[in-house]
Structures are given as structure tokens and as C-alpha cells.
């Protein structure tokens, strides 16, 4: 790791290719920081969570965090013919994380991010088409449109398809270097529709007036899917063999809503709200694969991934874009005290950040593998229903204690005073990197203050 007697070479300069969560939350730390970077997405335009809270404090944009968000503290389950089952309840979480817990549009906070990256730092049409890396000369992309981008550090954030892993692991696999469990597709168990409405119709639907947000789930009777609501926000998730090897585009996602668009949601002033109510609301419906699996190989010399880059997370779990956030914040902690462009010192920040996320993001996807059985059918599903209706209280506490333990904050920031009952997990790149800093600082400071001496000689 880097050392608190590194001497000063010189900042990496850092690319980061994707401009999701991700990579903004990166970009956007290492602005804090101090360090040059530069963002980079295929996209020709951008469109427009309590664990992370002590960190948007640190970086200026919790109060706009929840100006665009709803209080959520409870996720109700509810039967085919809408009749409530029963409730998780979520309260927890703010005493013992110390904030409340909010719901915001992905548009919404991915806009707020993006707003927080000055605009000549981020490009947007850039497809990657080449990538180059050496311990010596550093890393250089090619883009589509025959221009080129020069770096110390490539940051993969480009999600699940990433261009970056596939040049990576190409790489890897023709030196005979990477691990057969990285070699294949990633597998998927269901397929979602994916969208959201246009704003609606309080008189038609008072729940829209709730200053609370109404997190709902129905469970379809012998059905092969689920619904899960958030205000107006909706995605059904489809387990079905035939979906496997369908079409993925327009045509494919309104036969799927044709399907769908009968099944009812609790909500509606006469309580007969349907998906088709949503659907007819939203103006881009996308269907999507829901894929799930943690890769082992996170980095080699230069290139480092991150979010989904690295892990996919089923959605159940509510962490895929936690994990994403988390893992920029370790990352920016390490490259924050990186003084040096050599390829051993950037390999072995890259060494710690792994080390700290890996068992984070494995404990992530197993937990959102098992909540995704309460949406399913089946015996296993109706037993993993039957468990969280009937959780005791202190096994509850427990599995909550594990969600929010992890709020990480950056050691290059004033930190922010953590007021949950449950104290913070022990975050690695912020203690060592503080420790890193302290000494840097205690070093500098004998150096100003040592004496002068001055000796005279005679003729």
C-alpha cells in the first residue's frame, strides 16, 4: 500500500470510462481530492439511500438528496387480489444507521451526481474501441471518433457489459491469467420491465400525496411473476424459460406488457389500480435481464473495476447502486494518497480496495439472492415468505445490523459525526489512508521547523 513516507512524484491522472453512479461518485470524490481525472460514456446525452448519508454530508449534497426523495419505512406485502399480508418493517434502520431512509428516481440522483462534475471533465459519445495499458507508459483509449484519451489509472464503471472487463479479461486469458470463474456470460434468473411514469394524478391516486413513500410487493398466485411498486415507479421481474432467448427490444417489451398489464396493485382511489394504469403512464419501457454474479478479478496493473463492472447484484436486495457508491469512496481513498505513477504502487492500492469490497459485494449478492425468494413461487418461496413474515424481532435486528453497518466516508474530508446506535463497520481505506495522511502531515511539519545551520569556515 502506499506509504506515509512516499516521496512526491506526481497525481495519477485517472480515466473513468461510464458515467453511472458509479463513476460519478468517483469523479465527484476525486474533484474533491484533488486528483485529475477525466469521465468518459458512449452515451450521446445523459438523462436525468441511508447508508451513504454521512458521505453526501461530506460532499455538500445530502440536503438535495432529500429534497428529492421520500421518507420509506416500511416494504408492505400484499396478495394478488390486493389484500395486505403483511409489513417489513424498515424504522430500524434510522436509529440504528442514524439517518432516515429515502427512495429517489435513479433519474433524479443520477442527475444530481452529474451536476457535480464540473463540464470539462466529462465526454460523453466516447465509445471505446481500443484500450492500452503498460507498467511504463501508462494507459491510452482509442474512441470511435478516432480520438485518444492518455492516463495514469483506468477506473472500469461502464456496468454489467463492460467494455473495460471484456478488454481485460481478453487480455488476461490470452496470457493464460484469468480464473475459469470469469470466463463465460453472466447468468441471469429472470428477465424485468424496467421504466418510469410521468407524473400522476393525485385525485386518482391520493397515495401520490403521502409525504411517505409507499414501497408495495405483490405476490402472483401460480403467475411466473411479481410486481414491486414504488409510487409510480414499477418493475415486474419474470422468471421464465421461454423469455431466455427472446427478442430484447421494442417490440419485445409491449408484447410483455400486454401480458402484465391486467395484474393488480394495490393503490387508486378505488383501490383497482392495474400495471396497465402504470404502463399507460410511461412513456419508455425497457425490458432488461436481471443478472447476478461477483467477479474475482477486479484489477490487473492499471485497470481497476468498480459497481457492476465487478458485481451484479439482484435488485431485491436494494444494493446495487450502495455497493457502487461504497466501492468509489474506497477506491477515492486510495488513489487520494497515491503520490506516485508506478505501476507497483497504483497495483498495490488497487490490492487494498479489493480486499475491503470483495467480501462486502459476496455478502451483497447473497443477501439479494435470498430476498428475491420472497417474490417467487414455489415451496422454497413460500417458506422464505413464511420466515420474514414470522421473523422474530432480535433475528430482524440482526439482519439489519449487517445492511446499514457499512457508511463509509472519505479520509480527504472533514468527517461527518456518525449518530447511529449501531456503531459504523471498521472501513479500512479510511483509517489507513488517515493514518497515512497524519504521518504526511506530521513529516512536513518537522521539516518546516528544522533549524538552519550554517557553517563558517576560515580563510
Known sequence: MPTANTLPDSKPTVLIVGAGIAGLTLGILLEKAGVPYEIYDRMAEVKPLANVAPLFQQIGIYDDLVRLGKLCDSIDQYSEDRKFDYSMDIKATTQMGGFPGYIVSRSAFHDLLFRQIPSNK????????????????????????????????????????????????????????????????????????????????????????????HFTSVIGDNKPYSVEDFHGQSESSKSHDSFRNSEWGPEAAIAMCKEVQDFPVPGGKN????????????????????????????????????????????????????????????????????????????????????????????????????????????????????????????????????????RPQVSFLPLVEDKGTVPPKYQPSLQRTLEIRKARETTEARQATAPIVIEYKGC
Open 271 to 406: 383501490n383497482d389500480m392495474t400495471i396497465g394504469d402504470l404502463i399507460d403512464s410511461t412513456p419508455l419501457i425497457s425490458k432488461v435481464m436481471l443478472e447476478e454474479k461477483v467477479f474475482d478479478t477486479w484489477y490487473s496493473e492499471r485497470t481497476v473495476l468498480v459497481g457492476d463492472a465487478c458485481h451484479k447484484i439482484h435488485p431485491a436486495s436494494g444494493a446495487g447502486a450502495m455497493n457502487a457508491i461504497q466501492d468509489a469512496v474506497a477506491l477515492a481513498n486510495w488513489i487520494s494518497v497515491l503520490d506516485s505513477t508506478a505501476t507497483n504502487e497504483i497495483t498495490k492500492a488497487y490490492k487494498e480496495y479489493k480486499a475491503e469490497r470483495y467480501p462486502v459485494a459476496k455478502a451483497s449478492f447473497a443477501r439479494g439472492r435470498m430476498l428475491s425468494r420472497v417474490t417467487e413461487n414455489g415451496l422454497r418461496a413460500t417458506i422464505a415468505r413464511y420466515l420474514t413474515k414470522n421473523m422474530p424481532t432480535c433475528l430482524g435486528n440482526i439482519l439489519t445490523k449487517r445492511a446499514i453497518e457499512s
Open 122 to 213: 466529462i465526454f460523453l459519445g466516447k465509445r471505446v474501441v481500443s484500450i492500452k495499458q503498460s507498467l511504463e507508459n501508462g494507459v491510452q483509449l482509442q474512441f470511435s471518433d478516432k480520438t485518444i484519451a492518455e492516463g495514469d489509472i483506468l477506473v472500469g464503471a461502464d456496468g454489467a457489459y463492460s467494455a473495460v472487463r471484456q478488454s481485460l479479461y481478453d487480455s488476461l486469458k490470452s496470457e493464460g491469467q484469468l480464473p475459469a470463474s470469469d470466463d463465460g456470460a453472466l447468468p441471469f434468473t429472470c428477465v424485468c420491465l424496467a421504466g418510469q411514469t410521468k407524473p400522476m394524478d393525485p385525485e386518482k391516486y391520493p397515495e401520490l400525496a403521502d409525504p411517505k413513500c
